[in-house]
């Protein structure tokens, strides 16, 4: 007698978050983890902070003008309504979220689905930005991009911000922020305050 046996097959999901300084190459690699997806037929989201509309309004656009479409969304809950029936979830700049986008992205991963996600991991203080140390406790996968300091060409760390405002959040790019080393940012740091 033959007895078939059915096998139970499910998605697994899991998080990767992609992180670093400035102009490290996140959103570039955060490109082209989605686009080899895509490659594969799998079905894909992508989602940024509506706050975010420094080189386009919807697309997710890198340093390197790499670009990928995306839905730019208010709050890290509208991605739970915008995700049925997908395989892969991006989602950039991560740091503007609240803590609830930690939340969401268990929930997606507990559903199967793969989240990837890029965010700075540091302020331009030097310290543990928004909701990226859970998200980096929370994943499976971690991968840290550098940048190029641009006073010593050593792998920066910090995004140092050149301009004085104390605000926590703001938009810029290499008119406002440049990467530094440890050892050049507390220089940069302590010239600041002799000055």
């Given at each position: 007698?033959?007895?078939?046996?059915?096998?139970?097959?499910?998605?697994k999901?899991?998080?990767?978050?992609i992180c670093?300084?400035m102009?490290?190459?996140?959103?570039e690699?955060?490109?082209?983890r989605?686009?080899?997806a895509?490659?594969?037929?799998q079905r894909?989201?992508?989602?940024?902070p509506?706050?975010d509309?420094?080189?386009?309004?919807?697309?997710?656009?890198?340093h390197d003008?790499?670009?990928?479409?995306s839905?730019?969304?208010?709050?890290?809950?509208?991605?739970?309504l915008?995700?049925?029936?997908?395989?892969?979830?991006?989602?950039?700049e991560?740091?503007?979220?609240?803590?609830?986008?930690?939340?969401?992205?268990?929930?997606?991963a507990?559903?199967?689905?793969?989240?990837?996600?890029?965010?700075?991991?540091?302020?331009?203080?030097?310290k543990?930005?928004g909701?990226?140390?859970?998200?980096?406790?929370?994943?499976?996968?971690?991968?840290?991009?550098?940048?190029?300091?641009l006073?010593?060409?050593?792998?920066a760390?910090?995004?140092h911000?050149?301009i004085?405002n104390?605000?926590?959040v703001?938009?810029?790019?290499?008119?406002?922020?440049?990467?530094?080393?440890r050892?050049?940012?507390?220089?940069a740091?302590k010239?600041?305050?002799?000055?």
């Amino acid at each position: 007698m033959f007895i078939e046996k059915t096998v139970e097959t499910h998605k697994k999901g899991f998080i990767e978050v992609i992180c670093g300084s400035m102009f490290s190459g996140k959103t570039e690699e955060l490109i082209r983890r989605l686009k080899r997806a895509k490659y594969a037929r799998q079905r894909v989201e992508i989602f940024k902070p509506a706050v975010d509309v420094r080189y386009d309004v919807e697309n997710v656009v890198s340093h390197d003008e790499n670009v990928i479409h995306s839905t730019p969304v208010e709050s890290a809950s509208q991605i739970l309504l915008l995700t049925a029936d997908v395989d892969v979830v991006g989602i950039d700049e991560a740091q503007f979220f609240d803590a609830e986008i930690v939340n969401v992205c268990n929930m997606l991963a507990n559903r199967g689905i793969r989240v990837i996600v890029a965010g700075l991991d540091m302020d331009y203080l030097g310290k543990p930005f928004g909701p990226i140390p859970a998200l980096l406790a929370t994943a499976e996968y971690v991968t840290k991009v550098h940048a190029i300091c641009l006073h010593c060409g050593d792998l920066a760390h910090v995004s140092h911000r050149m301009i004085e405002n104390d605000k926590l959040v703001l938009l810029g790019e290499t008119d406002t922020y440049q990467p530094l080393c440890r050892s050049c940012y507390n220089k940069a740091i302590k010239g600041a305050e002799k000055g």
